[in-house]
């Protein structure tokens, strides 16, 4: 009976996060030089979510712990890009940073100033639990909402009203890992860890590009979804098809920064696109090569 008892503990703080479990262990194996970021990372994912989601953090680092061509240099890089994925920055977290910084400012004196924020209005919706943000994103898509409508919120401590407001957002995170956007991340932050994985397996000179990709993908708002955007274009037409064998690119490397720095100058995709074609295309045209297999 008490290993069925311990067994829904656990899981019921999966669902929520749990803040007073205690923190995972470093991994067996872990390199000294890369002890230092995977405990941040640790740190920083039990404030956000809890315990169990620090754990899941540890999980996800083992896969590249003892891999002969990962050293610590790279761990170290993974984990961080890794830990600031999982703590993305939804109105929840951003909640929370406002009212870690009245109490920081509240104990130096000092005067907090208003943080405002646009969200896009389905990213606002995905926030909250998939069974309740379902139903309304259907609602507000069928009348052309959805990706259209700018929400401007204001993150204040300037009134105990708006302090209470702060504290309802924040105490959502006990839903957050049932959220849409949770969802989202997760299924992002397996693909990005797999794509390390196969790039370290098939062309290891571009693990470092693969890795930091991630950043990439920053903020909230229409900047966060273009980067997305970006991210699966060069994902899904230079690294998956070079990886499968489907495209010899022999740099893949110099493909991904190249992709990256037109991304950069000219959002939108168009000018993205373009450049992928023509990478795929010098690469079509070039003589094969065993170097992606």
């Given at each position: 009976m008490e290993s069925?008892?311990?067994?829904?503990?656990?899981?019921?703080?999966d669902l929520i996060g749990d803040h007073d479990g205690e923190p995972p262990f470093l991994p067996d194996g872990l390199p000294?030089?890369?002890?230092?970021a995977v405990s941040e990372g640790i740190h920083l994912l039990m404030e956000y979510q809890g315990a169990s989601y620090a754990q899941l953090y540890v999980d996800r680092i083992k896969r590249f712990v003892r891999r002969s061509n990962v050293d610590a240099a790279m761990l170290c890089e993974i984990a961080q890009l890794l830990a600031e994925r999982m703590a993305y920055e939804d109105p929840i977290r951003i909640a929370q940073l406002r009212l870690m910084s009245l109490a920081r400012g509240r104990r130096a004196g000092g005067r907090e100033t208003d943080d405002v924020r646009r969200f896009r209005l389905d990213e606002?919706?995905?926030?909250?639990p998939q069974s309740i943000?379902?139903?309304?994103?259907?609602g507000f898509e069928q009348i052309g909402w959805l990706g259209r409508r700018r929400i401007k919120v204001r993150f204040s401590?300037?009134?105990?009203?708006?302090v209470r407001w702060l504290k309802?957002?924040?105490?959502?995170?006990?839903?957050?890992l049932q959220s849409v956007r949770y969802a989202e991340e997760r299924i992002w932050a397996e693909r990005w860890l797999h794509m390390i994985a196969r790039a370290l397996d098939k062309q290891p000179a571009a693990a470092p590009a693969v890795i930091a990709t991630a950043t990439m993908i920053q903020g909230q708002g229409d900047a966060y979804r273009q980067g997305l955007a970006d991210w699966h274009a060069i994902i899904d037409d230079l690294a998956k098809p070079t990886f499968d064998g489907a495209l010899p690119i022999h740099d893949l490397a110099a493909a991904i920064a190249e992709a990256r720095a037109v991304a950069l100058a000219e959002p939108g995709q168009?000018?993205?696109?373009?450049?992928?074609?023509?990478?795929?295309?010098r690469a079509l045209a070039a003589p094969s090569s065993n170097a992606a297999e």
């Amino acid at each position: 009976m008490e290993s069925v008892r311990s067994s829904l503990r656990y899981l019921f703080a999966d669902l929520i996060g749990d803040h007073d479990g205690e923190p995972p262990f470093l991994p067996d194996g872990l390199p000294d030089a890369a002890s230092l970021a995977v405990s941040e990372g640790i740190h920083l994912l039990m404030e956000y979510q809890g315990a169990s989601y620090a754990q899941l953090y540890v999980d996800r680092i083992k896969r590249f712990v003892r891999r002969s061509n990962v050293d610590a240099a790279m761990l170290c890089e993974i984990a961080q890009l890794l830990a600031e994925r999982m703590a993305y920055e939804d109105p929840i977290r951003i909640a929370q940073l406002r009212l870690m910084s009245l109490a920081r400012g509240r104990r130096a004196g000092g005067r907090e100033t208003d943080d405002v924020r646009r969200f896009r209005l389905d990213e606002l919706i995905g926030a909250l639990p998939q069974s309740i943000a379902d139903s309304m994103l259907s609602g507000f898509e069928q009348i052309g909402w959805l990706g259209r409508r700018r929400i401007k919120v204001r993150f204040s401590v300037r009134s105990r009203l708006a302090v209470r407001w702060l504290k309802l957002v924040a105490g959502l995170r006990r839903w957050r890992l049932q959220s849409v956007r949770y969802a989202e991340e997760r299924i992002w932050a397996e693909r990005w860890l797999h794509m390390i994985a196969r790039a370290l397996d098939k062309q290891p000179a571009a693990a470092p590009a693969v890795i930091a990709t991630a950043t990439m993908i920053q903020g909230q708002g229409d900047a966060y979804r273009q980067g997305l955007a970006d991210w699966h274009a060069i994902i899904d037409d230079l690294a998956k098809p070079t990886f499968d064998g489907a495209l010899p690119i022999h740099d893949l490397a110099a493909a991904i920064a190249e992709a990256r720095a037109v991304a950069l100058a000219e959002p939108g995709q168009g000018a993205l696109k373009r450049t992928i074609a023509q990478i795929r295309a010098r690469a079509l045209a070039a003589p094969s090569s065993n170097a992606a297999e």
